[in-house]
């Protein structure tokens, strides 16, 4: 997986399937500022074409089973990364 933007996508609808609208005030509430379309949906389009998310009938988007374990993969990743998140955190405040 690329970026961290799909990581994000895919942790927020990982959590509870939405539409691409409440994906978008997701990401706003993480990085401050909300995401256009014009990032927001090519991102979707390429999960889906990998065959990570899919989308219902209400334009729901949700994790398939291959999604999931690319989550998992990814949090271990990104827990690896930044095992002291804790530590720097301290900084933030």
């Given at each position: 997986?690329?970026?961290?933007?799909?990581?994000?996508?895919?942790?927020?609808?990982g959590k509870n399937s939405?539409?691409?609208?409440e994906i978008g005030r997701?990401?706003?509430?993480?990085?401050?500022?909300?995401?256009?379309?014009?990032?927001?949906?090519?991102?979707?389009?390429?999960?889906?074409?990998?065959?990570?998310?899919?989308?219902?009938?209400?334009?729901?988007?949700?994790?398939?089973?291959?999604?999931?374990?690319?989550?998992?993969?990814?949090?271990?990743?990104?827990?690896?990364?930044?095992?002291?998140?804790?530590?720097?955190?301290?900084?933030?405040?």
């Open positions: 997986m690329k970026g961290y933007l799909t990581y994000l996508i895919l942790w927020i609808i939405m539409n691409g609208a997701e990401l706003e509430k993480r990085r401050g500022t909300k995401p256009s379309p014009g990032t927001i949906y090519p991102a979707l389009k390429e999960l889906k074409k990998k065959g990570l998310i899919e989308i219902d009938e209400n334009k729901n988007y949700s994790l398939t089973p291959e999604g999931k374990k690319e989550l998992k993969s990814s949090c271990k990743f990104f827990c690896n990364i930044f095992y002291d998140i804790k530590e720097m955190s301290d900084f933030c405040e």
